[in-house]
Each structure stands twice: as structure tokens, then as C-alpha cells.
């Protein structure tokens, strides 16, 4: 669809592109919140249309679907993706999310510096909690959404900040803050109504963890 490069050496993971797909120029992306070697494509609205034409097009001898956004959710729980205004508020630090390796304190001056560093002075030895993924349920989807309240031995120690069934673990999976030293495998329940469901505490992140199928 291009003539531009768009392998490794031309555009690597996390950067981007300036290209020409057809009429249109798009800004190119190599990222990808499914977990899957893609790209985010941002175009001038007058060209979206065409755009999407296109790419359905050009993708239909590969059996290209569209997807609406729940099953983009379940995607990126699976990854152990962070969304802003769920796993990410003001409240939490980038140590207790676990993107503490996107923090360089020593660039330079920029906002909220000087409040990590003193969030990281206050926990010398790490952040007293950190974003957890649980699974929730057997294999049939979990009535949760999201905000229902997590417990261990009956005491409610956190609640759900997302919350989805994973259709490549076959479980409901979701996110919670948890004290962190709470061990991988641990039981928990989550308030579902009037019920409460059984879970764990699992691997933070499900599917591909090392990140292979992202890279191609």
C-alpha cells in the first residue's frame, strides 16, 4: 500500500514515520495496544474514509476484520497494557504501574520530577503496592467490569480497575492494585453483585510476554 519502508531499520519499535498510503499522508505509528506487529495510523479527517477503504481492501486476501473496542480490551489485558483513566490516574505513581523504565530522572528538569524522586526516597526498597493482572472465574465469562472489590481472607485489599474476558487464556482476566508482596498464585474473590468469585494473583503479563509478536 506504501512505497515507504516500513521494516525494522526504517521504522523500529515506538518511533515514527511520515508516509504516503494511496493520496494520503499518514503519520505512522510502530506501535501496536493488541500485542500484535501493527501500527497506530493518524490521518487528516477528509482522508480517513479513503484510508479505511484502502486498508480493508488491501487486507481482505488476509482475512482483515474490523474490531470494536471490547475486543481491543481484552487484547491489551492479556499484553498487561495500561489504559489512562483506569490503571493510570493521578493517584499512582509510574513505579507503583510498573513503567518505571519509561522514567528518566536524569534528563533534565520536567514536570512531577521532584515528586518521584520523592516517592522514591519515601520506598528505597520499591513501592509498597504495584498494578497487578488477576484472573477472575473458570471458563465462562465473569459478570465484572471494572471497580468491584478485591479481596484475600475476606479482607478487601483492592478493587478492579479493568476487567474483560481474555479470549487467548479463556478466563476473565482484570487489573488491580495489590500490596506488593502479595506472591503470584495467591487466592482471591472478587464482589460480583451478591456473589463473590474466585481468582488468583497471575503473571503480569499472559500472553507473549517477552514481546516477540509485537516486534515481528
Do not use: C
Given at each position: ?6 521494516d ?7 518511533q ?8 494520503a ?13 501493527g501500527w497506530?495510523?493518524?490521518v ?8 479505511w477503504?484502502?486498508l ?48 528518566r530522572?536524569?534528563?533534565g528538569d520536567?514536570?512531577?520530577r521532584d ?5 522514591r ?12 493482572t488477576?484472573l477472575?472465574g473458570?471458563?465462562d ?5 471494572g471497580?468491584?472489590?478485591?479481596r ?31 506472591a ?6 472478587v464482589?460480583?453483585?451478591a456473589?463473590?468469585?474466585?481468582g488468583?494473583?497471575a503473571?503480569d ?7 516477540a509478536?509485537?516486534?515481528?
Open positions: 500500500m506504501t512505497s515507504n519502508r516500513v525494522d531499520a526504517a521504522l523500529p519499535m515506538r515514527v514515520r511520515a508516509l504516503r498510503i494511496g493520496e499522508k499518514v503519520l505512522a505509528t510502530r506501535l501496536s495496544y493488541a500485542g500484535e506487529l497506530e495510523l493518524t487528516a479527517p477528509p482522508d480517513a474514509g479513503a484510508l477503504d484502502a480493508l481492501a488491501a487486507g481482505a486476501q488476509h482475512g482483515i476484520e474490523p474490531v470494536g473496542y471490547r475486543a481491543l480490551e481484552s487484547l491489551r489485558l492479556e499484553k498487561g497494557y495500561r489504559y489512562f483513566g483506569a490503571e493510570l490516574t493521578p493517584r499512582e505513581s509510574p513505579f507503583e504501574a510498573g513503567l518505571d523504565r519509561f522514567v530522572l536524569d534528563k520536567f514536570v512531577g515528586a518521584l524522586i520523592a516517592k526516597e519515601a520506598e528505597p526498597n520499591g513501592p509498597a503496592r504495584r498494578l497487578r488477576v477472575i473458570g471458563s465469562w465473569a459478570p465484572v467490569y471497580g468491584e472489590a478485591v484475600i481472607d475476606g479482607d478487601v485489599v483492592g478493587r478492579l480497575r479493568s476487567a474483560a474476558f481474555g479470549y487467548t487464556v479463556g478466563r476473565t482476566v482484570g487489573t488491580t492494585y495489590l500490596p506488593a508482596d502479595i503470584e498464585g495467591t487466592a482471591i474473590e464482589d460480583a453483585f456473589d463473590r468469585i474466585a488468583e494473583v503473571a503479563v499472559l500472553v507473549d510476554p517477552s514481546g509478536r509485537i516486534r515481528g
